[in-house]
């Protein structure tokens, strides 16, 4: 029996990312800046969520990304939410990533271009031209 838990709906400000999931659809967004005060506390809710959607589930799941700046522990929470990501896509789950990316934003694309290097599923880092 699954048990659905709550979509996450949490607003963005000048410090964190606005953060939405969709269970029925298989899908988890951020976008924006990323350095808050307490990422623990902002990220541990998105890791329960894609940890028990991808315990609870047999459907594909994507995340879907446009975050401009990621401060020291957030990047170390996005790795927490791709290694999720690896250890069930090595057992068969399909798990995809695309990350958005201002053009003139090299330093993200790199960025995202090293967490894309130590995974094996699909990871599209895709440049727009504007805001993502």
Same mark, same amino acid.
């Given at each position: ?21 969709? *269970? ?21 809710? !998105?890791?329960?969520? +894609? ?12 995340? $879907? =990304? &446009?975050? !401009?700046? =990621? ?5 170390? &929470? ?8 690896? $250890? &069930? ?9 695309? *990350? ?8 993200? &694309?790199? =960025?995202?271009? $090293? ?12 440049? +727009?031209?504007? $805001?993502?």
């Amino acid at each position: 029996m699954t048990t659905m838990i709550s979509d996450l709906d949490i607003p963005g400000s000048q410090s964190t990312p606005t953060i939405h999931s969709d *269970w029925q659809g298989g899908r988890l967004t951020m976008r924006g800046d990323s350095y808050p005060e307490n990422s623990y506390e902002l990220f541990d809710q !998105v890791i329960h969520w +894609v940890r028990h959607f991808l315990t609870d589930e047999q459907r594909p799941l994507h995340l $879907e =990304l &446009a975050l !401009v700046y =990621l401060n020291t522990s957030s990047v170390k &929470a996005m790795m927490d939410i791709f290694d999720l990501l690896e $250890e &069930a896509y090595e057992t068969g789950r399909a798990v995809s990533v695309t *990350w958005h990316y201002d053009a003139r934003n090299e330093r993200i &694309a790199e =960025l995202a271009d $090293e967490f894309r290097e130590d995974c094996s599923y699909p990871f599209a880092i895709t440049p +727009v031209r504007g $805001e993502p």
